[in-house]
């Protein structure tokens, strides 16, 4: 799997602390290797971000992409759970 990386992930991963910095390393190497590994709770999504996917990094920061094709998606937002939803 390949991912891709938006201007508003790059600025929302900067903004990240840096332990949630490296778990999030952790959890796209997992994603390469497999996106559908149990530990991502890789999940379609509804409303405002419906067509869209979310994998868990921690607890409680969730990364949200959509694919481009089959073997390539778009990584656009990560944050927290409420920063996402609202």
Known sequence: ???ILSRRFEKD???LPPAT????FST???FIE???NPSLRNHSLAGKW???FSINVTGDTRAIYFVIEDD???F???GSHSELYG
């Open 21 to 24: 910095k490296k778990k999030a």
């Open 50 to 52: 419906k067509g869209h």
């Open 13 to 15: 991963f900067a903004r």
């Open 28 to 30: 796209f190497e997992k």
């Open 1 to 3: 799997m390949q991912y």
């Open 72 to 74: 390539m998606v778009r």
């Open 34 to 36: 497999n996106p559908q």
């Open 76 to 78: 656009i937002a990560i």
